[in-house]
């Protein structure tokens, strides 16, 4: 079944610049999805789009059977609760320790307290950070703070986990690291993946679906593929 379906998609900014052509996809529930593609290929606007960050300029985006191309602004923190979202730059809050960091998603949603610690720290354990709970941001190596960006980004549960080239700013080593981190989440959880990047090694040693743009297009799909230099 499918989780994500993306249909006849355009997406053209204000600027004159068209950043998706005509885009189709589908995403079962439970994959682990690779989006390549050289910079400006449409990769993190097809993510921003999947969590309504931004619109599309016509077509249908549907997760987890939300319209999200025409949900009302008034309505997005519906989507945003059944998703997950990892960054490059981590987004954690410095003056916050490691539980308050990944706390903060469930306390905005009003959850009661003894239900936020057994959430927490059952996501910290999932990405072994369960002895960091009181160190703050800047005591923590850069995988380890993408670590809590994780945590805190899978606390509730999510259906979706989006990746928005979360090893960026980590050595190769720690990449994969992180990499196999979130596919033990697949795997565990059953929380459908879907990321974008650059890192040709890991796309190579994982063998996962990967998705290939190019200058706004889908132009390849493999079930389980590997960076192909070729494209690009």
């Known amino acids: 079944m499918d989780l ?3 249909k006849n998609v355009n997406k053209r900014y204000k600027n004159g610049v068209t950043a998706i052509y005509d885009l189709n996809l589908n995403i079962k529930k439970g994959d682990f999805v690779f989006l390549i ?5 449409g990769k993190s606007t097809l993510i921003k789009m999947l969590y309504r960050e931004e ?3 016509s077509g249908e985006i549907i997760v987890g059977g939300i319209n999200v191309a025409k949900l009302r602004n008034a309505r997005v923190y519906k ?4 998703l997950g979202i990892v960054f490059q730059d981590y987004r954690l809050l410095p003056k ?13 949603l009003g959850e009661r307290k003894n239900e936020i610690r057994v959430k927490v720290l059952k996501a910290l354990e999932l990405v072994g950070l369960k002895g960091k709970v009181h160190n703050y941001p800047d005591q923590l190596s850069g995988g380890e703070q993408q670590r809590v960006a994780i945590a805190r980004a899978i606390v509730n549960e999510p259906k979706l986990l989006l990746c928005d080239e979360p090893t960026g700013n980590l050595d190769p080593e720690m990449s994969l690291e992180i ?3 979130i596919e033990s989440i697949n795997k565990e959880t059953k929380t459908t993946v879907v990321m974008a990047t650059h890192d040709k090694e890991i796309v190579n040693k994982m063998k996962k679906h990967v998705v290939v743009l190019k200058d706004g297009r889908l ?11 070729e494209i690009f």
């Open 4 to 6: 994500i379906r993306v």
């Open 79 to 82: 989507l945003r609760r059944k």
């Open 55 to 57: 619109k599309p300029s």
């Open 179 to 181: 990499v196999k981190l």
């Open 96 to 108: 916050m320790t490691v539980y308050e960091n990944v706390a903060f998603a469930l306390e905005c």
């Open 219 to 229: 132009i390849k799909e493999y079930e389980k593929g590997k960076y192909d230099d």
């Open 37 to 41: 593609g050289s910079s400006g290929s």
